[in-house]
C-alpha cells in the first residue's frame, strides 16, 4: 500500500525512513521490490545519467518523462517529483509545473530553499510539498558544506522551520553539520531526510547511481554498495571478444529473472 504524507509524518520518531532516487523503470521496479517506502525522482538525473555539468540544465519535460518512467516500474511506492530549476519562480508557475509532474506520476514534488510563498500555494491547492534546504545545488556556487557557521546556522535552522511551517510533510537537509541536523530534527514536527547530514535524521536518501557504484566519483558522503561501472566494462569487453572471435551468438545462455521465456 502506497505511503502518503501523513504516514511519513507518523513515523518521525519511531520508523527511520530510507529513500532512494531512480530515473528508470527497471530501478524502479527493483526498489519496489525491496519495499522502499519513497522513491525521489531527482533532477540529479541531469548529472548522473543525463551527462550535464550541472542540475540547472534539466527541463520539466525531462523530469516528466523519467517520472513517467519511475512510476511504471514502482506504481505503489511514493514518489516524489522535483521541481527542476526555474520552474517555481512564482507560486502560478510553481502550481503549473507541479500539475505536470503529479500528472506524469508523481504523489509528491520537491523544491530547493524557503520558497514560502510557492509552498504556501501548492498546499492549499492539494499538492504535496518536500522542502529542502542546507545545500542546494540548483544554485549553489559549489558543493562545499554549508551551515558551519553559527550565522549560517541559524539561517538554516529558520528555513526549516519556515519550510514546515509552509505545510511541506518532509524536508531534506544536505549537506550540514551532523549537530545542527540533528538540532533541527529534534526541533520539527515533520521528518527530515538526510543527505550528507548525519545520523540523527529521520530518515536518508541515497542517490541509486551512487549506491551502485555507477560512474567515475561519488560524494563523500555517499557509500558504494557495489561497483556496476566496473561490471558493465568486464561485460562490454567480454562481448566485444566474442563477437570478434565469432562465439556469439552461437553461445548464448538464456538466463532471466522473470518466467518470460
Known amino acids: ?25 527497471p530501478i524502479a521496479r527493483s526498489i519496489e521490490k525491496a519495499e522502499v517506502p519513497v522513491i525521489l525522482v531527482g533532477d540529479t538525473v541531469g548529472m548522473v ?47 503549473t509545473n507541479a500539475q505536470r509532474l503529479i500528472q506524469a506520476g508523481a504523489d509528491s514534488v520537491k523544491l530547493e530553499g ?59 537537509l544536505e549537506h550540514i553539520p551532523y549537530s545542527l541536523a540533528g538540532e533541527i530534527t529534534e526541533y520539527l514536527s515533520i521528518p527530515t531526510i ?24 561519488w560524494p563523500p558522503f555517499s557509500k558504494q554498495y557495489a561497483y556496476v561501472s566496473k561490471t558493465v566494462l568486464k561485460v562490454a569487453n567480454e562481448f566485444s571478444e566474442e563477437v570478434e572471435s565469432m562465439k556469439f551468438p552461437s553461445n548464448i545462455i538464456q538466463l532471466t529473472g522473470t518466467n518470460r521465456s
Do not use: W
Not at 2 to 19: E, Y
Not at 63 to 83: F, N, Q
Not at 194 to 217: F, K, M, S, T, W
Open 1 to 25: 500500500m502506497k505511503i502518503n504524507p501523513q504516514d511519513f509524518i507518523a513515523m518521525k520518531g519511531s520508523k527511520p525512513i530510507p529513500m532512494l532516487t531512480a530515473y528508470t523503470c
Open 49 to 95: 545519467e543525463m551527462g550535464f555539468d550541472s542540475t540547472r540544465d534539466v527541463t520539466i519535460e525531462h523530469m516528466e518523462y523519467h517520472i513517467g518512467a519511475v512510476r511504471r516500474g514502482a506504481k505503489k511506492t511514493h514518489i516524489i517529483g522535483d521541481l527542476p530549476y526555474g520552474t517555481d519562480v512564482d507560486p502560478g508557475t510553481a502550481f
Open 114 to 172: 524557503p520558497n514560502i510563498q510557492v509552498i504556501q500555494y501548492l498546499v492549499k491547492h492539494n499538492i504535496p510539498v518536500v522542502g529542502h534546504t542546507g545545500l542546494l545545488p540548483q544554485t549553489a556556487m559549489n558543493f562545499k558544506q554549508v551551515g558551519q557557521s553559527s550565522e549560517d546556522a541559524k539561517r538554516i535552522i529558520k528555513e526549516a522551520q519556515a519550510i514546515e511551517n509552509a505545510g511541506a510533510f518532509m524536508v531534506v
Open 194 to 217: 538526510g543527505i550528507g547530514a548525519g545520523p540523527d535524521c529521520d530518515g536518508q536518501v541515497l542517490v541509486i547511481n551512487d549506491a551502485l557504484g555507477l560512474g567515475d566519483y
